[in-house]
């Protein structure tokens, strides 16, 4: 069995925790038409302390989401619009010479808009390969590194990354090892007719409300060591490893009908993402342990931008999302 246990304070915050997730949604409703599996996504990535790749087309409130998600949740937001003359000290901070009250000049560090918890990198693949990596950095370590001096990040972080899928001529689209880094990658779809009818009612008027706060910081980072805590039993640690690796064209497990249409599989990390972002869901629904279900709900957004497709799949017009899916149904556990 599982090494994780949860004590009887355990089992009560998870019970808050569940009834925190609900009022976010109520709360995030009175702005946000819509758009329910997104928020679910987004809050799984919060609490496992992960990242996530927003992708839909402009127009689709990703910034409204995201700044109102940072609101509820009296956390820090910044917004950094990537573009191509952007460099690494535009986002990190920079020394700059200031002159002290003894009227001597030295070197003082002004922070950037990384310096936050919740971090929108708007349209990241405009940006080139060195501010990429700086923002890579940080998500990784949590830290900057500015002229050789390393400068912790705030606690919590979170990097939420946008793509457009339009206009990609002349951009610097993530390499696949970047694209590792983040747990998930959720799609954001156009709203039904009834939902856009809503949105035009809804944002047309005069300001929108101001939101609720139903979290601190410190609440957050306490949440997140609980998400750790959830116990995953045995057989779904094999499960997600089994599922992982039948992604890999050359292994031995990989079924037939895949090997034609994947050129690379997912790495040990999504085995890791899976778990986690497993827990965190179990958590979020007031569960005491992960269940099968939880890690067929996030294997979607989690395994789908790690699976490269072969040219004969994008002539079949198959997408890495469809491999994933039947992947899951035949998985046995």
Not at 100 to 109: A, I, L, V
Not at 225 to 240: K, W
Not at 318 to 328: D, E, F, G, P, S
């Amino acid at each position: 069995m599982t090494t994780d246990t949860l004590n009887d304070n355990d089992v009560d915050a998870i019970n808050r925790l569940a009834d925190i997730c609900q009022q976010l949604r109520v709360e995030l409703a009175r702005v946000i038409v819509g758009q329910q599996e997104t928020i679910e996504q987004l809050v799984v990535c919060l609490f496992a302390r992960r990242h996530a790749l927003l992708m839909g087309v402009p127009g689709l409130a990703k910034t409204l989401l995201v700044s109102k998600l940072a609101e509820t949740m009296s956390l820090d937001f910044s917004r950094i619009q990537f573009t191509p003359d952007l460099m690494p000290m535009d986002i990190t901070g920079t020394d700059i010479l200031q002159e002290s009250d003894q009227g001597r000049r030295e070197f003082q560090f002004v922070k950037g808009p990384l310096f936050a918890n919740i971090v929108l990198a708007d349209e990241i693949n405009r940006a080139p390969p060195k501010t990429q990596a700086a923002m890579l950095e940080a998500m990784q370590e949590h830290r900057v590194t500015v002229l050789g001096k390393h400068f912790p990040l705030d606690e919590p972080f979170m990097v939420l990354a946008t793509q457009n899928p339009v206009e990609q001529e002349g951009t610097y689209p993530l390499p696949e090892a970047q694209l590792d880094r983040f747990m998930s990658l959720i799609e954001l779809d156009y709203p039904s007719e009834a939902e856009e009818i809503q949105i035009a009612k809804t944002t047309t008027g005069d300001e929108l409300p101001q939101l609720a706060h139903l979290l601190t910081a410190e609440d957050i980072l306490g949440y997140q060591h609980l998400v750790r805590r959830v116990p995953v039993p045995d057989h779904l640690y094999t499960y997600a490893a089994r599922l992982v690796r039948k992604t890999r064209p050359d292994g031995e497990t990989a079924p037939d009908w895949m090997r034609p249409l994947v050129s690379w599989g997912a790495g040990p990390r999504a085995v890791q993402n899976l778990i986690l972002g497993a827990k965190s869901r179990a958590a979020l629904k007031g569960s005491y342990m992960v269940r099968l279900e939880d890690i067929q709900h996030v294997a979607p957004s989690v395994l789908t931008h790690r699976i490269i497709t072969t040219f004969a799949a994008q002539s079949e017009r198959v997408t890495a999302k469809t491999i994933v899916k039947r992947l899951v149904e035949e998985t046995a556990v």
